[in-house]
């Protein structure tokens, strides 16, 4: 089938102390290839991973670069920790782009072999640059020393096909297909906004491949703008030791520690080798959190139809183990054998279906209002298969489903779909014609932003309450957690770098049920603490959940045990263990620091990143409709009698829900204004260059977009 | 009236750390209590007992994707 197009020879580099100390630029241009220096400089600087990807984006492109240049470049980095065997949570890939979605650059990672295989090949992180005329195949063969382009027009568009047809293709045999990891997308990304990527692994016990995603922004809608149908790693040869790292036997110690733990503990704590991150619907459902019929509520009376126990006793096949890279005993990477497919063009198919972990079941189930596993499985499947990042199109179309609610649009404005909330049957044809760019389909897939205005400008929508109800930030799709009644969670979703997604920050627990952090202060540490944190995890190439989703079983005697302060220091001695270096858990913080404050300028240098841009919609602080304000009637009626000083009695139900809008959007204000003190930033959200000087990021081109602010 | 995570709770004669938790619907598996600052292992939540004006903690341990 395959035509080779250029093939290119190197030298693979071997690792040291977790880096190649090389990186791969490819222009799909004109099929360049050229071998760059990882310096001392970018290792002190941005670590790895997502710092390294923000840093050759910086570089590619300049303040005019929208998403469809052919500047822009898709960059992907493992980070120094990725590939190591010894502890869970090692095997991810850190994606970065301008995004088509935000305008601004998107960072989103998946697990799956392809980042540690990369790295492995010789590579700390690969650049695709430029623009093919036609599909194209890029496949990189580690061991061999060989980058080959091939043209890619024959094969399959769809993921579940062409990354089973690329691993028979590029293994050597059977065996060989667990050396081989593909990225590609699928049919959808090509309409719409919001592609996303597919990372593979061969499942040698279910003999198919086994599929993650970096979904967030559209990564794979720029893959399919730059023709590459998909890039393909193999490398044969990972080791306890391929990351030639300092001290061996400190990361065997911990690493034995920590499985340890996850044997003994994973089944009294949150079970995530049994259901996976699924195993918080029914919390979430409890605590008035699961979000349902585009986040107007918390929760509903059907969820038990969805809880994990459906999933597991129903579906997921249980006693595979299903970590998505070696040595990962968390193993949470459930999924459903023999699903039988009963609509679209894979009908009548039995497939595995990789899932469903919990913002698919939140996302595509409640808040679409649909409350049945068979169709949440079937619509997994085919956001996977069609390369649909789930969360957006979820969020999407549950704005969809409560303009149609409260009459704002008609059946007749979406095509004739009759997108009601809980019809399933509509959501799946809708993704078929995303699939095939059919109608609704053709817009469907651009995202809450862009189809408020044509809802306004074409079908004559309420401006206002559009921008109420459409659950975006910065024209990212938020995900899957109602948390109006936690203002540290707001600022969580809404001051953001990329937008509107919870790997930054999570504190609505500790937030609003634990009640940890009470004052504007408290929230302000933590918006500061939290996301400098977890951006490190992105650095490094580490997956979060092994950080919190079990901890130590004396965890509970800490100070802070919210920090999960054992597994914090687990971290500080591995990257201390495999890089030779010798941080702490201070300057760990800093590190992410660094970097997060790069990202917040290179914001500002694409004509963003400013106050006027972190604030959310109203149906993420409050409620915007008289049936959410009655839905907590006596909690907002509470709070307007001891939080306003108001008799509730005395007022009609417009006033007191403008009464407590007035309220909330203050306490947002207030609550930035506590954040951007204690981030370092002025009061318009611009990082000040005092600060930038403290914590090493003082470089002349950064400092140069930020003095343009001040 | 007792505190559970510093916000008032009513209380009443015998209530138990197994008590609160299901009257304030708590859930979730993951947690750790403390009255009055002293760690309630939970295998003794039943025989716990919480005096009128205890202070008492209930942190979940969860923090998201």
């Known amino acids: 089938m395959e035509t080779t197009l250029k093939e290119y020879t190197y030298t693979p580099a071997k690792l040291h102390r977790g880096y190649a100390n090389k990186s791969l630029y490819i222009n799909v241009g004109d099929l360049s290839v050229i071998e760059k220096e990882v310096t001392e400089f970018m290792k002190e600087k941005f670590v790895g991973g997502k710092g390294f990807d923000l840093w050759y984006l910086w570089n590619a492109v300049t303040p005019e670069t929208k998403w469809d240049s052919p500047e822009n470049e898709i960059v992907m980095s493992a980070g120094p920790l990725g590939a190591l065997t010894q502890y869970s949570g090692t095997g991810k890939t850190l994606v970065a782009a301008i995004s088509p979605m935000t305008g601004i650059p998107i960072d989103s990672n998946a697990g799956g072999y392809f980042g540690p295989l990369l790295k492995l090949s010789g590579w700390d992180a690969l650049e ?112 306890g030791n391929s990351n030639d790292v300092a001290d061996l036997a400190t990361i065997n110690k911990i690493g034995i520690k920590y499985h340890k733990e996850m044997h003994d503990l994973d089944e009294k704590q949150n079970r995530m080798r049994t259901i996976g991150t699924a195993n918080t619907v029914m919390v979430m459902n409890r605590y008035d959190l699961l979000p349902t019929r585009n986040f107007q509520t918390g929760g509903d009376p059907e969820t038990y139809r969805i809880a994990p126990e459906v999933f597991v006793n129903h579906f997921l096949t249980q006693g595979i183990h299903d970590g998505c890279w070696y040595g990962c005993t968390m193993s949470c990477a459930k999924c459903a054998d023999n699903f039988l497919l009963t609509s679209g063009p894979y009908a009548g198919s039995r497939v595995t279906v990789d899932g469903p972990e919990y913002e698919c079941v939140a996302g595509l189930g409640s808040n679409l209002g649909i409350f049945d596993p068979q169709a949440i499985l079937e619509e997994n499947f085919y956001c996977d298969t069609y390369g649909i990042d789930l969360i957006s199109f979820a969020t999407g179309m549950a704005f969809v489903m409560e303009c149609v609610q409260r009459g704002q649009i008609t059946r007749e404005n979406l095509g004739g779909l009759d997108l009601r909330f809980g019809n399933k049957d509509a959501v799946l044809e809708l993704m078929h014609m995303m699939s095939r760019g059919e109608g609704f389909g053709k817009i469907a897939g651009l995202g809450i932003r862009r189809l408020k205005k044509i809802f306004v400008e074409e079908f004559g929508a309420d401006e206002k309450l559009l921008n109420d109800i459409g659950m975006e930030n910065k024209g990212l799709e938020y995900s899957e957690y109602c948390h109006k009644e936690s203002l540290a969670q707001q600022g969580g979703f809404a001051m953001t770098n990329k937008g509107p997604q919870h790997d930054e920050a999570w504190l609505i627990f500790m937030d609003m049920v634990n009640n940890q952090i009470p004052t504007f202060e408290d929230k302000a540490y933590a918006l500061h603490y939290y996301p400098m944190f977890r951006t490190w995890f992105g650095l490094c190439g580490l997956c979060k959940l092994p950080w919190n989703d079990i901890v130590p079983a004396d965890n509970y005697k800490t100070d802070t045990p919210a920090k999960v302060p054992e597994h914090v220091q687990n971290y500080v001695d591995i990257f201390n263990a495999v890089t030779g270096k010798s941080i702490d858990k201070e300057e760990l913080v800093r590190q992410s620091e660094r970097v997060y404050n790069f990202q917040r300028v290179f914001n500002l240098r694409m004509g963003h990143g400013k106050r006027n841009e972190d604030y959310p919609p109203y149906r993420s602080c409050g409620p915007v409709s008289a049936e959410e304000y009655l839905s907590r009637l006596s909690l907002y009626d509470g709070q307007l009698r001891e939080k306003q000083g108001l008799d509730p009695e005395k007022m009609s139900l417009d006033e007191k829900i403008a009464k407590t809008r007035a309220y909330r959007l203050d306490q947002y204000e207030q609550l930035m204004d506590a954040v951007y003190r204690r981030r370092g930033w002025t009061m318009d959200g611009v990082p000040l260059p005092e600060h930038l000087r403290e914590i090493g990021m003082d470089l002349p081109e950064v400092l140069e977009v930020v003095e343009k602010h001040l | 009236m007792i505190k559970v995570n510093t916000r008032d709770h009513a209380w009443h004669e015998g209530l138990t750390v197994r008590g609160l938790l299901d009257e304030e619907q708590f859930i979730f598996r993951h947690i750790i209590v403390r009255v009055n600052g002293e760690y309630v292992a939970e295998d003794d939540y039943a025989k716990a007992v919480i005096a009128d004006g205890d202070d008492v903690m209930v942190l979940h341990l969860i923090a998201g994707g």
């Open chain 1, 128 to 239: 695709l640059q430029g623009k093919a005329e036609k599909d194209v195949v890029i496949f990189i063969d580690g061991n061999k020393g060989v980058i080959r382009f091939e043209e890619g027009e024959e094969y399959p568009e769809d993921t579940h096909l062409l990354a089973e047809a690329l691993t028979e293709h590029f293994a050597e045999d059977e065996a060989d297909k667990v050396n081989v990891a593909v990225v590609c997308t699928g049919s959808a990304a090509k309409h719409g906004y919001m592609g996303m990527l597919n990372f593979s692994f061969y499942d040698p016990r279910r003999k198919t491949c086994r599929y993650k995603q970096a979904a967030r922004g559209g990564l794979g809608t720029i893959l399919r703008d730059k023709k590459i149908k998909a890039l393909v790693v193999r490398f044969k040869g990972v080791t």
